[in-house]
């Protein structure tokens, strides 16, 4: 695997770990944005690589993890909404669920493996530019260690439970508009229920997948 996709790997894997964190640790809902993700990047990253565990690459573990502790305090419905682009109001409800789930799975099985590539990397953050009122917010950051920095923006959304991330920006690429050209030619070729499809079949894949070195 090249360098650009383990770094890929490991900053999405990054992004479901900061909006988990965000809300276990219960902090106030007034908390700025940024000082939610500088508080949880550090914390998430300290506990990732004090694991044997996850730097062995343990699959079932990190996902039994994901699962439990992250997904719950995931905006998934908004970032495959997002994702799905005009085909989401196409989708009737019990498809957009099914889409949700595929795609929620999708994210875990694809960039769980990733955590275990946590070595040296720090992240420095930069000052937040945003209106008190503001409803949305991207909290910059770029991440340090071998090799050049990268550049890594979080976008968050305030809602009633507080600030959620839901999407991230790696090098001038938005997650969810990555999949959304791959998303629009599946519905374009096979429909909506080929779309599920799919995720599904790309699922069982990726759970039948011995992990890479």
């Avoid at 965000?22 to 990732?48: G, H, R, Y």
Wanted: hydrophobic share 40%; charged share 25%; net charge positive.
């Amino acid at each position: 695997m090249n360098s650009y996709k383990r770094i890929t790997q490991y900053l999405v894997a990054c992004l479901l770990l900061i909006s988990s964190a965000v809300f276990a640790q219960a902090p106030d809902q007034a908390t700025a944005p940024d000082a939610l993700i500088k508080m949880v990047v550090s914390d998430v990253m300290a506990s990732v690589k004090s694991d044997p565990d996850i730097q062995k690459g343990n699959i079932p573990k990190i996902v039994d993890l994901v699962e439990k502790k992250i997904v719950p305090y995931t905006d998934m419905r908004r970032t495959t909404e997002m994702a799905m682009g005009p085909n989401w109001k196409k989708a009737t409800p019990e498809q957009q669920n099914q889409l949700v789930l595929e795609f929620k799975n999708l994210l875990i099985r694809t960039y769980s493996g990733a955590l275990s590539q946590l070595r040296d990397q720090t992240v420095q953050f930069k000052a937040l530019r945003a209106a008190p009122d503001d409803k949305e917010v991207v909290v910059k950051t770029v991440v340090l260690g071998r090799g050049d920095p990268v550049p890594l923006d979080y976008r968050l959304e305030k809602t009633d439970k507080g600030w959620k991330v839901y999407d991230m920006n790696i090098m001038g690429v938005w997650l969810v508009e990555a999949y959304r050209n791959q998303f629009s030619n599946q519905i374009s070729q096979n429909g909506i229920d080929g779309l599920v499809k799919f995720l599904q079949d790309r699922n069982k894949q990726l759970a039948n997948a011995k992990p890479a070195n």
